[in-house]
């Protein structure tokens, strides 16, 4: 069965779906037998089961998009070994998985996953790259690499990066201490060194790009009225992303390292402000900055997140977005984590949560045995499929479900969730929509589908959950 076929036959047995959420786990949907097949026995957490249920709940979601829009791109980032038999980079690849993608992504460079990335893209699933932009030479580098092996990629950007230009470059504002680990920066594709890749060619495919941008927060664009209380916090152009720009009636002087601040008064004044007042917005206008400010760059294909704030982007905002300022049409890819959960999301119930709404209420792993969220929190409707933290660190909040639970499958593809955070706008969407569907909805182009690797990490915290579900058969279903 080729591409096509394999999709259409998806997408006619959806069509017969219902969507009742009382039919029994194993048979809900009587089209996605091969599904079921791959999601396997609910207990087995072995290395091949996480990597054939991983490979399931991808395969799921692509069903369930495709059917919906036959041109859906779906991308999946990191863990590329899951494109083979069994998770297993020694198998040949997995013909039912790759047959529904369109894309696959990396974050960081390794001769491996370039290799990897550049296999893919032969065989029409298109290789992206988000990684490292600290230095000049390190661009440099990185961009030889991915035209060398015809790989989209996209640097993070550090300060030394994005003053390297010079003052006159035409179309360039040099700007101060992005951190090489921002995702919430507009990148100029001159300091990218991907500037001649430009260009005003349709761009209806993932295959077709020839550039992107990769910016899932919008973190730079939300908030401007506490900048105007405390500005402060946000003078400093050694530390903060590039908030503040040079601007003939700025109200602020530059802070931060003496010799970095010394350079930049020498080069562009003493007059400086924010970013947004230099461009003329008002401070409730971050989320309209935010759409003009995206439409106005030239990439051929955007990963972004598909909400700002607590709302999501509505239909007529990702339209704006699909078209290059200079003609032609580009890919727009909502940013969706499968294999974690993300406290602003739509589903982050309070029941989930904690009081202070800091972090999910969740199961661990205490001196190598596991312990479900229900016997360490003993809150009425506290979900019991919340294993542990996903992250330390800058990401510490998130949480690692048990992606291949009905309820975790309900919010993510199939719809019906009971589960509702109280901060989000929910009114753009009929009540239980999941996420796949409301990015259908939203009229975005593909989804971007991060965290694939959580099914890869914690070795020793899958050991005893291992021996756990040994001991407790489907403890999560009760």
Excluded: C
């Excluded at 290395?47 to 919906?68: F, N, S, T, W």
């Excluded at 009905?406 to 593809?413: M, Q, S, Y």
């Amino acid at each position: 069965m080729n591409r096509k076929q394999f999709i259409r036959n998806g997408a006619l047995a959806f069509a017969a779906i219902g969507t009742s959420r009382f039919t029994p786990y194993a048979s809900r949907y009587p089209l996605n037998d091969l599904v079921e097949e791959y999601y396997g026995d609910p207990d087995d957490v072995s290395d091949v089961g996480r990597a054939r249920k991983m490979q399931a709940l991808i395969m799921e979601l692509a069903i369930r998009a495709k059917a919906r829009n036959p041109k859906f791109q779906v991308v999946p980032q990191d863990t590329l070994e899951y494109a083979h038999i069994d998770g297993n980079p020694n198998n040949p690849y997995d013909s039912n998985l790759i047959k529904l993608l369109d894309g696959w992504g990396i974050e960081n460079f390794s001769a491996l996953t370039v290799t990897r990335l550049a296999n893919l893209t032969k065989i029409g699933i298109k290789g992206t790259a988000n990684t490292n932009g600290s230095t000049v030479q390190v661009v440099t580098n990185n961009q030889k690499i991915a035209a060398d092996n015809n790989i989209l990629w996209h640097p993070r950007l550090s300060a030394e990066v994005y003053q390297s230009p010079g003052i006159g470059n035409p179309g360039y504002m040099p700007i101060y201490s992005p951190s090489s680990n921002a995702y919430n920066i507009i990148h100029d594709p001159i300091p990218a060194g991907v500037a001649h890749t430009l260009n005003s060619n349709d761009v209806n495919k993932m295959m077709d790009a020839k550039n992107h941008l990769y910016m899932i927060s919008t973190g730079k664009y939300s908030n401007w009225p506490d900048w105007e209380k405390n500005p402060e916090r946000r003078l400093d152009i050694t530390e903060t992303a590039g908030y503040l720009v040079p601007f003939a009636r700025g109200r602020f002087r530059p802070t931060g390292t003496p010799e970095v601040v010394a350079q930049a008064i020498k080069d562009h004044g003493t007059k400086w402000d924010f970013f947004w007042v230099a461009k003329g917005y008002k401070q409730d206008e971050g989320r309209k900055a935010y759409i003009k400010e995206l439409a106005a760059s030239e990439w051929d294909a955007f990963y972004i997140d598909a909400h700002f704030g607590g709302d999501a982007l509505s239909k007529e905002e990702v339209e704006t977005l699909k078209w290059k300022p200079k003609g032609g049409r580009r890919q727009v890819i909502a940013y969706l984590s499968i294999g974690t959960m993300e406290l602003g999301r739509w589903f982050a119930d309070p029941v989930m949560v904690t009081a202070d709404r800091k972090s999910f209420l969740q199961g661990a792993v205490e001196n190598g045995k596991f312990i479900p969220a229900r016997e360490r929190i003993r809150k009425a409707g506290t979900p019991n499929w919340i294993l542990w933290p996903a992250y330390a660190g800058q990401y510490a909040d998130e949480s690692t479900p048990i992606w291949w639970h009905p309820e975790w499958r309900d919010i993510i593809i199939r719809g019906g969730s009971r589960y509702k955070n109280p901060g989000f706008n929910h009114s753009r969407f009929p009540d239980g929509r999941s996420s796949i569907d409301r990015i259908v909805d939203m009229g975005f182009d593909g989804v971007y589908l991060d965290n694939v690797s959580r099914a890869t990490s914690s070795g020793a915290n899958w050991t005893a959950l291992q021996a756990y579900n040994n001991a407790h058969p489907k403890w999560y279903l009760k």
